[in-house]
């Protein structure tokens, strides 16, 4: 009899188990680009590493000595190399923090990131609910 039990409650468990990984791996986190490289922008890295809506997918930066290294385990790429991790990734938006942050960009590369339907949401680390703020920036 116990061992009836124990095999109903591990299956049970079991089951438990399967649907709980079924349900996390439906919600797949939206990736987001961080242009930028200054203290806030990695402060901005280590609130998507935590978060269960937004992942980081690459940060960018126009400095050539930055390019290919990793920050927090994400990849800096330049910003010319943006528009092909939207088409391959399906990023949600560019993330930045100063509005001189945009300036890496070139006309081409916002105007395919405009014809993607991509946009650039400004964000702040300080800002209390910093995934609410992204959402709202692309609803807007």
């Known amino acids: 009899m116990l061992q009836r039990a124990l095999q109903a409650l591990w299956q049970a468990i079991g089951q438990w188990l399967s649907a709980r990984h079924a349900k996390r791996t439906t ?3 939206l ?11 990695y402060r901005l890295l280590t609130h998507f590493t935590r978060s269960t809506r937004y992942k980081a997918l690459a ?3 126009d400095y ?3 390019h290919g290294t990793q920050v927090e385990g994400i990849r800096v790429y330049y910003p ?3 528009p092909s991790l939207v088409e391959r990734h399906g990023v949600a938006a560019v993330v930045y923090c100063h509005e ?3 300036a ?3 006309a081409e ?4 990131l405009a014809a993607r339907g991509v946009p650039c949401v400004r964000l702040s680390p300080d800002d209390e609910d910093v995934d609410a703020e992204l959402t709202s920036g692309l609803t807007h």
């Not at 990736?31 to 922008?41: N, T």
């Not at 590369?109 to 395919?112: A, C, I, P």
């Open 27 to 29: 919600q797949e986190r």
């Open 64 to 66: 050539p000595w930055h």
């Open 80 to 82: 010319s190399e943006v």
């Open 31 to 41: 990736p987001v680009v961080v242009c930028g490289l200054e203290y806030a922008h």
């Open 109 to 112: 590369t916002r105007e395919r």
């Open 104 to 106: 890496v960009f070139a």
């Open 100 to 102: 001189g942050d945009l």
């Open 59 to 61: 940060v960018v930066d």
